[in-house]
């Protein structure tokens, strides 16, 4: 009876960080589109509360690492739930950040739609949606050379132009880097449930050799 007690704290605890990281990738998603707003429309309120938000990201990574700790050290969890433990952190650490370009709304559309399937797949631990994730991930870094082609061929054509096709590039690498972490987020997945490090990993070897 007391393992069992213990075992269902021990869930309660899992489902709470889980809950908790899903509210931080919502917050987010939130920072993503109201930073798309802000920057289309040139909305300084909104561009201020997007940095507001980012001390209460900032909190919420902070306050879940410090109850994994605690999680870890007084259960002392099992190899796939200590596995689960540590994605959960690094999913937290790793939620992207961003100031997108209206410019830039096809990939910033195709940035948020994979992290919001990613966050999905985490709260399901969907390994198969996980490796369509890796997949779709390359369409992201496509906009992103796309538009660093573009951005080049103006800089070239009027060097008047050079700035602000700067802080743009700069833009373009942040939405680049939702992609990368929702790939991330995709890859823990796939560590979560099938036990094994699939980065620097390509797709078609992941689907061969560890599905």
Do not use: C, W
Not at 107 to 132: N, T
Request: glycine fraction near 4%; hydrophobic fraction near 45%.
């Amino acid at each position: 009876m007391p393992d069992k007690h213990l075992s269902t704290q021990f869930d309660s605890q899992l489902n709470n960080v889980s809950m908790r990281v899903m509210e931080l990738g919502g917050l987010v998603e939130s920072q993503i589109r109201q930073a798309v707003y802000a920057l289309s429309e040139f909305s300084v309120e909104v561009a201020d509360q997007v940095i507001a938000d980012e001390a209460r990201v900032n909190m919420m990574e902070v306050d879940i690492d410090r109850e994994l700790a605690s999680i870890i050290g007084r259960r002392q969890p099992t190899a796939v739930d200590l596995r689960l433990l540590l994605a959960k952190s690094i999913i937290a650490d790793g939620m992207p950040r961003a100031l997108p370009s209206s410019d830039l709304r096809t990939a910033i559309e195709l940035a948020s739609a994979l992290l919001r399937k990613a966050l999905d797949a985490f709260a399901r631990l969907d390994a198969v949606s996980a490796v369509e994730i890796l997949r779709e991930d390359g369409q992201v870094d496509a906009e992103f050379d796309g538009f660093v082609r573009k951005l080049i061929t103006y800089m070239m054509e009027d060097p008047r132009t050079i700035s602000s096709s700067l802080d743009l590039l700069f833009i373009a690498k942040a939405i680049e880097r939702i992609g990368d972490h929702a790939k991330n987020i995709a890859e823990f997945i796939i560590f979560i449930v099938k036990g094994a490090d699939v980065r620097h990993t390509s797709v078609d070897y992941i689907e061969s050799n560890v599905l």
